[in-house]
Structures are given as structure tokens and as C-alpha cells.
């Protein structure tokens, strides 16, 4: 069993943290482009325009100049899109880079304010986050 196998503790505080800093890629699927252009309210044209970067034959969320996702609300350092933000943002902190080890975590409960606090997953629910999308 990994090391994780009595569960790890996460609650978002909606800081914005992981959303901002070095620059980046949030990569995006059709499905996920299609749930936020329902959430924008935007044609397609419209929205790749505005928010999506081409990364080879990939689109990733555009970034502001600081590394800033595109949809970081610079003032309230919300998600403007957090219902229909992407798997890489919905799955976070239990990605393999931060499940890689306890010293990998700890470092993620130091720079994420919500790791290491308030709801307990389980080892079941943090492998069906993992496995989603690996990061």
C-alpha cells in the first residue's frame, strides 16, 4: 500500500495559490472547453481567442503576464470558472507529483494552505482523483 493508505486531509480555502505563480500549463480537453463555454457564455471563436493557447496540436488556458491563470480573478483571487474548471484544477492536490512521497506532500502542505487541514479522503477517493488525470 503507498504511503497515503489511511487517507490524506484537504479542504480549498479558494486562495488562489495554485492557480498563480511560475508559469504554466492548464491543460484542457473538448470536454472541458465545452463546459466552459457553457459557463462563459461564449462562442467558440469568442473564447479560443480570449482564454486557450495552442501547446502542439493541445490547448492550454492562457496565463496573465505574472504566470496568473487567465481565469484568476486578479482582485478576489477566485476562479471565475470554478464550477467548470478543468480535471488538473478539480483534482488538485492529489496529483503523482505530490503523492510521490511524504516529503513530496509535506512540501505541498507547506505552499497549499488547504493541504494537510479539513476534510479526510480516503485512500479509494484520493486514487479515483489521482487516476483522473495524472499530473
Same mark, same amino acid.
Do not use: H
Given at each position: 500500500?503507498?504511503?497515503? *493508505?489511511?487517507?490524506?486531509? +484537504?479542504?480549498?480555502?479558494?486562495?488562489?495559490?495554485?492557480?498563480?505563480?511560475?508559469?504554466?500549463?492548464?491543460?484542457?480537453?473538448?470536454?472541458?472547453?465545452? *463546459?466552459?463555454?457553457?459557463? &462563459? #457564455?461564449?462562442?467558440?471563436?469568442?473564447?479560443?481567442?480570449? +482564454?486557450?493557447?495552442?501547446?502542439? @496540436?493541445?490547448?492550454?488556458?492562457?496565463?496573465?503576464?505574472?504566470?496568473?491563470?487567465? +481565469?484568476?480573478?486578479?482582485?478576489?483571487?477566485?476562479?471565475?470558472?470554478?464550477?467548470? @474548471?478543468?480535471?488538473?484544477? @478539480? &483534482?488538485?492536490?492529489?496529483?503523482?507529483? &505530490?503523492?510521490?512521497?511524504? &516529503?513530496?506532500?509535506?512540501?505541498?502542505?507547506? *505552499?497549499?494552505?488547504?493541504?494537510?487541514?479539513?476534510?479526510?479522503?480516503?485512500?479509494?477517493?484520493?486514487?479515483?482523483?489521482?487516476?483522473? #488525470?495524472?499530473?
Amino acid at each position: 500500500m503507498p504511503w497515503y *493508505a489511511d487517507g490524506l486531509q +484537504f479542504e480549498c480555502s479558494q486562495c488562489g495559490d495554485c492557480c498563480s505563480g511560475e508559469p504554466g500549463y492548464v491543460f484542457v480537453d473538448e470536454s472541458e472547453i465545452e *463546459a466552459l463555454l457553457v459557463e &462563459t #457564455k461564449l462562442e467558440r471563436e469568442e473564447f479560443e481567442k480570449k +482564454f486557450l493557447r495552442r501547446v502542439g @496540436r493541445d490547448y492550454s488556458l492562457k496565463e496573465y503576464p505574472d504566470g496568473d491563470c487567465i +481565469f484568476l480573478d486578479p482582485k478576489s483571487r477566485r476562479c471565475l470558472v470554478y464550477n467548470a @474548471r478543468p480535471i488538473q484544477c @478539480r &483534482t488538485w492536490p492529489f496529483w503523482d507529483s &505530490t503523492l510521490a512521497g511524504p &516529503t513530496d506532500w509535506k512540501e505541498t502542505c507547506e *505552499a497549499c494552505p488547504g493541504a494537510g487541514k479539513g476534510k479526510m479522503y480516503s485512500f479509494e477517493e484520493i486514487e479515483i482523483r489521482r487516476k483522473e #488525470k495524472s499530473v
